[in-house]
């Protein structure tokens, strides 16, 4: 097993057939009700990467994890109204995805009043299991930082593969794969 950082970083994680349960890159909703816990924006890669707690998502059975990559990035909007709490759940409400030639948008509408967008030439999207995530979410009123640093996936969390997806990913895999 591997962190997500390195997972996200290799190209081993181009070999993983099953599909997802539904795949938010072409099926709106597919993410509904999961939570956005972070994002890393590498401008210098043109690249976007996204962690999401489903273990309250209503499409995605396999894994409490699921990454979103998106490559060659030429458009990201983060449209948050000032969170509640210092701590905020940002759980997706409604995701939609759709293609325009070559390129992917997704949108996400988050609550509490939140619009995440991403507009990029590449697209893929992994479901798995990070063993520190098995156990009920955290209550971000309640938690300790302590709890909540166990309690959610990081980057830097052992990550196992179960499900992918891709867009537009045909002429950067290996014809081996």
């Not at 190209?11 to 890393?40: C, K, N, Q, W, Y």
């Not at 990201?76 to 000032?82: E, I, K, S």
């Not at 893929?124 to 640093?149: H, K, L, R």
Request: glycine share 6%; with cysteine; proline share 6%.
């Amino acid at each position: 097993m591997t962190t997500i950082e390195d997972f996200l970083r290799s190209t081993s994680r181009f070999g993983i057939p099953t599909a997802p349960d539904m795949d938010p890159l072409s099926e709106a909703h597919a993410l509904d009700e999961s939570s956005l816990v972070d994002i890393r924006f590498d401008a210098i890669r043109s690249t976007v990467w996204c962690i999401f707690d489903t273990r309250g998502a209503l499409e995605i059975e396999a894994g409490n994890t699921a990454l979103l990559v998106a490559t060659g990035v030429n458009y990201l909007r983060w449209d948050a109204r000032t969170p509640i709490g210092k701590r905020t759940a940002w759980t997706i409400m409604e995701w939609n995805a759709t293609v325009s030639g070559n390129r992917i948008k997704m949108w996400g509408g988050l609550e509490p009043w939140c619009d995440l967008e991403i507009a990029a030439d590449r697209a893929e999207f992994y479901v798995g299991d990070v063993p520190s995530a098995e156990a009920p979410a955290p209550e971000m009123a309640y938690a300790n930082e302590a709890s909540m640093i166990a309690g959610f996936a990081s980057f830097s969390s052992q990550f196992h593969p179960l499900q992918s997806s891709m867009f537009n990913m045909d002429e950067l895999i290996p014809d081996t794969i």
